[in-house]
C-alpha cells in the first residue's frame, strides 16, 4: 500500500467518524448544547445543529473519493473553528470528576492532531499539477 491509499484509507475512516459525530448532534443535542460557549449568539442550539449538519456534509465528501480532497480541507477548518468549544468544556468542567477532567483535557492536543490527519487527506488527494519549480 502506498501512502496515497493510506490516507484514502484514513480519510474515509475519519468520513465514518465525522459523519457520526454530526448525526449525534441531532440525535443527542444536550452535550453538545453544554460544550457550546454560552456568550456565542444567537443560542447554543444554533450551533449544535450548525457544526452538526456541517459534519454530517463533511463526512459524506470524506467518505466520496471524489470529495475527499474538499471534505478534507473543511474538515481541518472545521477543528479549527469549534477549537473554543473543547477550550471552554475543559473550563467549565473544572469541577467535575478527575476521569471526566482528564477526558476535557484530552481532547485539546487532540484536536490538533485530527487537524494534521486532515491536513495529510488532503495533500494525498491533491491530483493538481505541480506550479513551476515544486517538486512532483
Do not use: C, K
Not at 76 to 81: G, R, S
Not at 112 to 134: T, Y
Amino acid at each position: 500500500m502506498d501512502g496515497t491509499q493510506f490516507w484514502n484509507r484514513i480519510g474515509a475512516v475519519m468520513g465514518v467518524f465525522v459523519l457520526f459525530a454530526g448525526v449525534m448532534h441531532f440525535a443527542s443535542p444536550g452535550f453538545f448544547n453544554d460544550i457550546v460557549p454560552p456568550w456565542l449568539p444567537p443560542s447554543e442550539s444554533f450551533w449544535t445543529y450548525a457544526s452538526g449538519a456541517a459534519e454530517v456534509i463533511i463526512g459524506v465528501m470524506l467518505l466520496r473519493p471524489s470529495t475527499r480532497r474538499r471534505g478534507a480541507i473543511a474538515a481541518a477548518w472545521l477543528y479549527v473553528l469549534v477549537y473554543p468549544a473543547n477550550l471552554y468544556m475543559t473550563w467549565d468542567w473544572r469541577d467535575r470528576t478527575v476521569p471526566e477532567q482528564i477526558v476535557s483535557w484530552v481532547r485539546l492536543p487532540f484536536q490538533f492532531l485530527f487537524i494534521w490527519v486532515a491536513i495529510r487527506v488532503a495533500s494525498a488527494n491533491d491530483d493538481r499539477p505541480a506550479m513551476p519549480g515544486e517538486p512532483a
